[in-house]
């Protein structure tokens, strides 16, 4: 069984090391290209682009592939959609792993919004040191916001249109919550903007954010293709596979 991982997320990486222990399984991973110095799961590794959903459905047939798990970033909407597109063309099984998303506790002070857009128009009414956390792929949304000041963080440099007053913080997670207080008490940050991307590793800020009692704004995830059943734990997804596929 060949099965196709759209990857580049600590879940994907830990369902090719489940993949390639299952006996008879060929497992590729196909990362996007983004990061520099990508982690890489094991199993064969294929970096770029498809060409779309029918570039996607061609490079299905042309390597006999039998599954297709999506466990792409919850935000890499378009991937998600040209999968759901190709392997209905090709038919084969699919389906998508997603951690869950975060969920507010008391004491969060979170100002929910769909877009980065809408972040952008959020934060004047909110602060004007800004923690932006939501990679750096976007950040035209927030160049003209010329009045505040922002900290920046990513795995690799931004490039532009970005906003005119920003430090640039080059790091990779998991964070701690100790790093992530200290990172909003040196910076005198007063506004968090996060996308709404689960798990434990970049949570930390969440909970240093409410102890510091600034505010956050959260970008939603965009949905799953209608009809795609979806997995929130690798181990999970390995079991709903083999439900898919009768293997």
């Known amino acids: 069984m060949h099965v ?16 390639v222990a299952v006996d008879g399984a060929r497992v590729t991973s196909s990362l996007a290209g983004r990061v520099a110095r990508p982690r890489l799961p094991p199993g ?22 039998d599954a297709v798990i999506d466990a792409t970033h919850p935000f890499a909407g ?6 759901a597109s190709a392997a209905a063309t090709v038919h084969v099984p699919l389906l998508a792993l997603r951690r869950p998303g975060w969920v507010p506790v ?8 769909g877009s980065l857009a809408g972040a952008a128009e959020l934060l004047p009414e909110l602060g004007s040191r800004v923690f932006l956390t939501t990679g750096r792929m976007g950040l035209a949304a927030f160049a003209g916001l010329d009045s505040l000041w922002f900290l920046m963080r990513s795995v690799d ?9 920003m430090e640039v913080l080059l790091d ?30 970049t949570a930390p800020k969440l909970a240093a954010a ?6 956050v704004v959260v970008v939603g995830r965009p949905p799953v293709p209608e009809g ?19 293997s």
């Open 44 to 65: 064969e590794i294929r970096v770029g682009g498809f060409g779309g959903a029918d570039g996607l459905a061609e490079w299905l047939r042309a390597h006999d592939v």
């Open 210 to 215: 409410r102890e510091a009692g600034i505010p």
């Open 78 to 83: 378009t991937i998600s959609f040209n999968a």
């Open 228 to 246: 795609v059943p979806v997995a929130g734990t690798p181990e999970e997804a390995l079991a709903l596979l083999r439900r898919l596929t009768g």
């Open 106 to 113: 008391e004491g969060d002070r979170w100002h929910l919004t």
């Open 172 to 201: 990779r997670g998991p964070f701690s919550l100790e790093g992530e207080r200290e990172l909003i008490r040196l910076h005198r940050i007063d506004v968090l903007v996060t996308k709404d991307s689960g798990g434990d590793a």
């Open 4 to 19: 196709l991982v759209l990857g580049g997320t600590t879940e994907a990486r830990r369902l090719a090391e489940l993949l």
């Open 157 to 165: 440099a931004p490039d532009a249109p970005h906003p005119a007053r």
